[in-house]
C-alpha cells in the first residue's frame, strides 16, 4: 500500500469524506432498525435473537466497522 498523498485536496477525498460523515447516521439507524424488528419478531428463537444483536449489530456494526472508522478520525487532519 501507498502512503496518503499529503498534497491531496477536499476535492480528492470526497468520497473519504463523504462516507466517513455519513457512516455515524447509518450506524445509529442500522442498529436502532434491528432492535426494532427483533423486540417485535415472534418468529426468532432467544438464541436467534441473541446472534443477531452480538454477532450482526453491535458485534459487526458497531465493533469492526466502528473501530476501523474511530481510527481514521483519529488521523491528523490538513489545515
Known sequence: MKNID???TKD???WYRLIT????????I???AL???VTGAAHLAAWE???LFFGVGVGVITGTIG????????????T
Open 21 to 28: 460523515m455519513i457512516w455515524a447516521h447509518v450506524q445509529f
Open 35 to 37: 432492535i426494532a424488528y
Open 30 to 32: 442500522t442498529v436502532f
Open 67 to 78: 473501530i476501523n472508522y474511530s481510527h481514521e478520525l483519529m488521523h491528523p487532519q490538513k
Open 6 to 8: 499529503l498534497d491531496a
Open 49 to 51: 435473537k441473541v446472534s
Open 12 to 14: 480528492d477525498l470526497y
